[in-house]
């Protein structure tokens, strides 16, 4: 029997400064860290657990904080997922105001992170997964990511939203060129 999808909570955080670092070859071993626990409790319900987000690709300049993607083979799966993990202490968020995604907040006794569950072949998952291939694939892209990444978190220092705002055309146009060649390859 599936139940109705939690309601999110709403909740009014204080924002840290946004900070970008140089990259940690700790992320792949606190994502692992991370995963553990999640894909144990999922089990089955759990079609995959991705890196994604900038502390999955090597070499790049990040916010230390590992982003994590849940695939689930159904959306009708996810009000099964959301009570395990909130059984390990995640905190339903809703969509923040992406569709077909949903957000969970981690306890703070673990490793700085954002947990995203995403059904399978969903448009977040898609680009998620694209983004960060694109960034692993090509040395000169990520590198000229993690410089405007600087910049902003330099310029936006107290303003996640202009921060995340100013990424956005470099994103879309890094996701537009996947495609490209991804077409390309399969012409081939």
Not at 58 to 83: C, N, S, T, W, Y
Not at 97 to 126: K, M, N, W
Request: net charge positive; proline share 9%.
């Amino acid at each position: 029997m599936n139940d109705p999808p939690p309601e999110p909570i709403v909740l009014r955080d204080r924002r840290d400064p946004v900070v970008v670092v140089p990259y940690d070859p700790v992320w792949p071993e606190t994502f692992a860290t991370l995963r553990r626990p999640i894909a144990q409790a999922l089990g089955e319900l759990a079609a995959g657990i991705e890196h994604v987000g900038s502390t999955a690709v090597p070499g790049l300049a990040a916010k230390p904080i590992v982003d994590m993607d849940v695939v689930i083979r159904h959306e009708d799966d996810f009000p099964q997922v959301a009570a395990r993990l909130a059984a390990l202490g995640y905190v339903y968020l809703g969509d923040l105001g992406i569709a077909e995604r949903h957000a969970f907040r981690a306890t703070p006794d673990t490793p700085r992170h954002h947990l995203y569950v995403c059904a399978a072949g969903s448009a977040p998952l898609r680009a998620h997964l694209a983004l960060r291939d694109a960034l692993r694939a090509d040395p000169a892209l990520a590198d000229a990511y993690g410089k405007l990444k600087y910049d902003l978190a330099k310029r936006f220092r107290l303003d996640v939203d202009a921060y995340v705002d100013g990424k956005t055309a470099f994103i879309m146009q890094a996701l537009i060129d996947a495609r490209k060649v991804k077409r390309r390859a399969r012409r081939r």
